[in-house]
């Protein structure tokens, strides 16, 4: 009878220690592991992971999160391209005797036209007399023809030209200082019925200046032109 008291005194003591370690939960909030579950959040959507699947679960918590790219910024308006400027390719003036040539380029320089513009010298000939002739045609047979010809039409003031020249065998019929004197004689011969008549400039060859522009707007060359008008004989043309 004793040992039973011992051992139910002791049974008694030691589950007063476990209620009070709490190792017994407290029975007085009728604290259940099926209770507990009823207590969690949305318990119904809790599911047990396996060994792997809690691994998996924790690397990809693990792992950062993507960047966010910023956003694209607007890409600016395409500016509208400059209408292309029309340009004259190359034009000429002079020539230019010496005197003219250093007044034009000084005025010309004026303009800051830079190397789109360059002087340049062209074959010049200074026409000190008007030839008014029959060219070449059949050498001495042929000018002694036209001298028959020209004696039946009545003329009788010419002489038929030798030497070596390009005029060799021609048949003269004058010499004049002014271009409009031979232009004269020519057209009356035309009407006595003698074909062919030339007149031709005569006088020692040289060279002169003149100047070439590169490149002009329709505006400069307005300009160039503006001044070249103020000089004899040096009108604009296209460059040869």
Not at 119 to 137: A, C, D, G, K, M
Not at 189 to 213: E, N, T
């Amino acid at each position: 009878m004793l040992k039973f008291v011992f051992w139910s005194l002791l049974a008694l003591n030691a589950a007063l220690f476990a209620y009070a370690q709490g190792y017994l939960g407290k029975l007085d909030a009728g604290e259940r592991e099926p209770q507990r579950l009823k207590n969690q959040l949305a318990a119904e959507r809790m599911v047990m992971l396996s060994a792997a699947q809690a691994r998996e679960a924790a690397e990809i918590s693990a792992q950062p999160a993507p960047a966010q790219a910023a956003p694209a910024e607007p890409a600016p308006p395409a500016e509208a391209p400059a209408p292309a400027i029309e340009t004259i390719a190359c034009t000429q003036a002079g020539s230019f005797a010496a005197a003219d040539a250093r007044r034009f380029e000084t005025r010309v320089a004026r303009l800051g036209l830079d190397r789109r513009v360059s002087r340049i010298n062209v074959p010049f000939q200074e026409v000190t007399s008007h030839l008014v002739y029959l060219p070449p045609n059949g050498g001495k047979e042929g000018a002694e023809r036209r001298v028959a010809e020209l004696k039946e039409k009545g003329v009788q003031n010419f002489f038929v030209m030798q030497g070596e020249s390009p005029l060799k065998w021609a048949v003269s019929l004058g010499v004049f200082k002014n271009e409009a004197a031979a232009q004269s004689l020519a057209t009356a011969l035309g009407k006595q019925g003698v074909r062919g008549v030339r007149v031709l400039p005569r006088g020692p060859q040289g060279s002169r200046a003149a100047w070439q522009f590169r490149d002009l707007t329709p505006d400069e060359r307005k300009r160039v032109a503006g001044i070249a008008d103020d000089f004899a004989g040096a009108q604009l043309r296209p460059c040869q």
